[in-house]
């Protein structure tokens, strides 16, 4: 992880505790508390979260890269 997120990102922002990296998304999405979902996502983790989603009944699943070309937010849809 280079330098510039490292110092100023909170570790708890960064780490999970287990081996688990879409822990803290799976929980947010699992409480369904509106119609339209985004997260700021990892890098690494595209394809992941998506998969996460759609297995939630998420719709409409987007994914936006930043600036520099890197998958950094996904939204997803709730139906119902």
Known sequence: ??????????????????????KFYRRIAELKL?????????????AEVSAML????YTDIHITNDIYGKARIIEGRMVG
Do not use: Q
């Not at 759609?54 to 009944?57: F, N, P, S, V």
């Open 1 to 22: 992880m280079r330098p510039n997120v490292l110092d100023f990102e909170p570790h708890a922002a960064l780490f999970v505790p287990d081996s688990d990296p879409l």
């Open 34 to 46: 509106g119609k339209h979902l985004f997260f700021e996502i990892n890098e690494a983790y595209p």
């Open 54 to 57: 759609a297995d939630l009944g």
